[in-house]
């Protein structure tokens, strides 16, 4: 499982680079130079691991560096394989026969909350696909760099179940098979995120203003592309359960447990904790099962006790559903917004600040049916069952 601190990082990093030009001068390496611009490959934004061994499975993770392949072209020698990631792993893009189509033909999921498309191709492109236009500093005056922008030129159709999907972007000149990110491409991102429901069907289709420079236009039967936006889905916990699910996980408690997911988050009602907003998600706390009891062995020596392994074995009373609270950590499409808050600081017994009886061991688990839904709209994720997810912990004394 990825630390999610490294994960927060690399995501604010990637969110920076996001719809901004690159004005690297154009390096053609390994490119061809003659003939039409053809399209080798298209990718999209992924949620998806990968290992610096090549042959390993792809797995579910929150990575904010990889993309998916939803087109690789059949038979051509200019289209990306095994190719070398920034931080020494390493991405099968293509498969190595070049007979294969891609691995996700026409079905890479892109990450609903930061998705995008690449479109790569051999050659360069004429320049004027974009537009350049100063960036600026926060009190509005130039910086001296230019940034590109798709916004007047819109070389492609971005649509998502049928429906236009508003996007700017801009040309990456530089780049090549075994670069990363691939290059030269065209880089295609929705202006909001949100536009499109998770689990739809997405297709981008190239427009006739994309030339080489020589003016040679994309050939007729490489403009079109289908890919997918993932399903809402639940990600991992934070504490993540361990094998022994004896208890012996600490939380705080003032510290409520976090759910990750693959999207933006519904909210609902306003919640006020302290000085603090917050807003209600749909989960319905009926579906979430909490059995407490007091630590064990609490005596002045040891005034935190130990955690009571019956609770972990499903012993212990029920938290009522009314004093379990499941509300969202952030308002924004960003990290923040994919975590679902839950504790049990509805109690009214609680001292301000507390969300856990203190000194006491939890168990949490879902029942079938519990459910989320995503802001943008698109199926619920659900939680895992009992038999899936089973997370023991003990809170102590407060400071």
């Given at each position: 499982?990825?630390?999610?601190?490294?994960?927060?990082?690399?995501?604010?990093?990637?969110?920076?680079a996001?719809?901004?030009?690159?004005?690297?001068?154009?390096?053609?390496?390994?490119?061809?130079?003659?003939?039409?611009?053809?399209?080798?490959?298209?990718?999209?934004?992924?949620?998806?691991?990968?290992?610096i061994?090549p042959?390993?499975?792809?797995t579910?993770?929150?990575?904010?560096?990889?993309?998916?392949?939803?087109?690789?072209?059949?038979?051509?020698?200019?289209?990306?394989?095994?190719?070398?990631?920034?931080?020494?792993?390493?991405?099968?893009?293509?498969?190595?026969?070049?007979?294969?189509?891609?691995?996700?033909d026409?079905?890479?999921?892109?990450?609903?909350?930061?998705?995008?498309?690449?479109?790569?191709?051999?050659?360069?492109?004429?320049?004027?696909?974009?537009?350049?236009?100063?960036?600026?500093?926060?009190?509005?005056?130039p910086?001296?760099?230019?940034v590109?922008?798709?916004?007047?030129?819109?070389?492609v159709?971005?649509?998502?179940?049928?429906?236009d999907?508003?996007?700017?972007?801009?040309?990456?000149?530089?780049?090549?098979?075994?670069?990363?990110?691939?290059?030269?491409?065209?880089?295609?991102?929705?202006?909001?995120?949100?536009?499109?429901p998770?689990?739809?069907?997405?297709?981008?289709?190239?427009?006739?203003?994309?030339?080489?420079?020589?003016?040679?236009?994309?050939?007729?039967?490489?403009r079109?592309?289908?890919?997918?936006?993932?399903?809402?889905?639940f990600?991992?916990?934070?504490?993540?359960?361990?094998?022994?699910?004896?208890?012996?996980?600490?939380?705080?408690?003032?510290?409520?447990i976090?759910?990750?997911?693959?999207?933006?988050?519904?909210?609902?009602?306003?919640?006020?904790?302290?000085?603090?907003s917050?807003?209600?998600?749909?989960?319905?706390?009926?579906?979430?099962?909490?059995?407490f009891?007091?630590?064990?062995?609490?005596?002045?020596?040891?005034?935190?006790?130990?955690?009571?392994?019956?609770?972990?074995?499903?012993?212990?009373?029920?938290?009522?559903?009314?004093?379990?609270?499941?509300?969202?950590?952030?308002?924004?499409?960003?990290?923040?917004?994919?975590?679902?808050?839950?504790?049990?600081?509805?109690?009214?017994?609680?001292?301000?600040?507390?969300?856990?009886?203190?000194?006491?061991?939890?168990r949490?688990?879902?029942?079938?049916?519990?459910?989320?839904?995503?802001?943008?709209?698109?199926?619920?994720g659900?939680?895992?069952?009992?038999?899936?997810?089973s997370?023991?912990?003990?809170?102590?004394?407060?400071?």
């Amino acid at each position: 499982m990825l630390d999610y601190r490294s994960t927060i990082v690399a995501a604010s990093a990637f969110m920076g680079a996001l719809l901004v030009g690159c004005g690297d001068p154009d390096l053609p390496t390994d490119l061809r130079t003659s003939g039409p611009p053809n399209v080798t490959t298209v990718t999209v934004m992924s949620d998806l691991e990968t290992s610096i061994d090549p042959s390993s499975e792809k797995t579910g993770g929150l990575d904010r560096l990889l993309e998916d392949a939803t087109y690789c072209r059949l038979g051509d020698n200019k289209r990306p394989g095994l190719v070398g990631l920034p931080d020494i792993r390493t991405i099968q893009v293509c498969p190595d026969d070049l007979s294969m189509k891609a691995m996700d033909d026409g079905v890479a999921a892109a990450a609903p909350p930061v998705w995008f498309v690449r479109i790569v191709f051999d050659k360069l492109l004429d320049a004027n696909i974009e537009d350049l236009v100063p960036l600026l500093d926060e009190s509005g005056n130039p910086t001296g760099t230019n940034v590109g922008t798709l916004k007047n030129t819109q070389p492609v159709a971005l649509r998502c179940n049928g429906v236009d999907i508003a996007y700017d972007g801009y040309y990456v000149p530089n780049g090549n098979k075994q670069s990363w990110p691939l290059g030269p491409a065209l880089y295609i991102q929705p202006l909001a995120q949100t536009d499109a429901p998770t689990g739809a069907s997405c297709t981008v289709s190239l427009r006739d203003n994309i030339h080489n420079k020589a003016g040679e236009s994309v050939p007729a039967d490489q403009r079109d592309y289908n890919f997918a936006l993932a399903p809402m889905s639940f990600r991992f916990s934070e504490p993540a359960p361990d094998d022994t699910n004896d208890g012996s996980i600490e939380v705080a408690s003032t510290s409520a447990i976090e759910l990750f997911w693959t999207a933006e988050l519904k909210a609902g009602a306003p919640l006020v904790i302290g000085t603090d907003s917050f807003a209600l998600s749909d989960l319905d706390t009926t579906k979430v099962s909490l059995k407490f009891g007091p630590n064990i062995n609490i005596t002045p020596a040891n005034p935190n006790g130990d955690p009571d392994p019956t609770i972990c074995q499903g012993g212990g009373s029920d938290v009522p559903s009314a004093d379990i609270r499941a509300y969202l950590l952030g308002p924004n499409a960003t990290t923040s917004a994919l975590v679902l808050l839950l504790d049990d600081g509805g109690d009214p017994s609680l001292a301000a600040g507390q969300l856990w009886k203190p000194t006491t061991t939890y168990r949490l688990t879902f029942a079938d049916g519990a459910v989320v839904t995503p802001k943008q709209g698109g199926d619920p994720g659900a939680l895992p069952g009992a038999s899936d997810f089973s997370l023991c912990f003990h809170t102590t004394t407060p400071n």
